[in-house]
């Protein structure tokens, strides 16, 4: 049922962080509700609407990883793809970003 997606330890951490992430946000929210603020997002967001943008962002910053990896190994004269851990690093760093400024 599975076989269509590569099921790497990389891939089930990212899922289970997401994962994660919702649960405590639905904790949060219901022991102390949120307020609109402005960051450097071009709008007033809630915790929620960062958490949304943000997990976006990292789905796309490790799919661009992923589509990119061939064409780096080979710029960088690599004998295998990079490692996935690397796109899950920046995903995240740049989640905390996005819901710390935001």
């Not at 049922?1 to 929210?29: K, N, S």
């Not at 061939?70 to 690093?89: R, Y």
């Amino acid at each position: 049922m599975y076989q269509w997606m590569a099921w790497t330890t990389p891939v089930a951490v990212f899922f289970t962080c997401i994962g994660l992430m919702l649960g405590g946000m639905t904790i949060w929210e219901i022991k102390s509700p949120t307020s609109l603020r402005k960051g450097f997002l071009p709008l007033e967001t809630t915790r929620g609407d960062r958490l949304f943008i943000g997990l976006l962002a990292a789905a796309y910053t490790n799919l661009a990883f992923v589509g990119l990896s061939g064409w780096l190994a080979e710029l960088m004269s690599l004998e295998a793809d990079p490692s996935t851990w690397i796109s899950f690093i920046a995903s995240m760093g740049l989640l905390v970003l996005i819901m710390r400024k935001g």
